[in-house]
Nanobody
């Protein structure tokens, strides 16, 4: 089984930055991709960014493209999410997710970390 733990959330002013981290343990070497999702109160969970192994390709939601950067740990399975130019609409609980090659669905989830951006 794969376990995921997120950290790095907090309260920041609009225009500020935060860096989230998500480390994987257990059968982490089997992870094919990891991603960040977020969920704001009253809204559905939405995709934010993904990092894919092997090759290190990335994917971003249009709403965060150019502001957020996802990158991988070196020496261990995990991902960072560098969030710059934060906006109030970025306020949400951010969840780390992971998947294997097959099935191609994110079925491992972290507990979430809160990000609040004040206006």
């Amino acid at each position: 089984q794969v376990q995921l733990v997120e950290s790095g959330g907090g309260l920041v002013q609009a225009g500020g930055s935060l860096r989230l981290s998500c480390g994987a343990s257990g059968r982490a070497l089997s992870i094919y991709a990891m991603a960040w999702f977020r969920q704001a109160p009253g809204k559905e969970r939405e995709f934010v960014a993904a990092f894919n192994w092997p090759g290190g390709t990335t994917n971003y939601a249009d709403s965060v493209k150019g502001r957020f950067t996802i990158s991988s740990y070196i020496g261990a399975k995990g991902v960072y999410l560098q969030m710059n130019s934060l906006k109030p609409e970025d306020t949400a609980t951010y969840y780390c997710a992971a998947r294997r090659d097959n099935p191609p669905t994110y079925n491992y989830w972290g507990q979430g970390t809160q990000v609040t951006v004040s206006s």
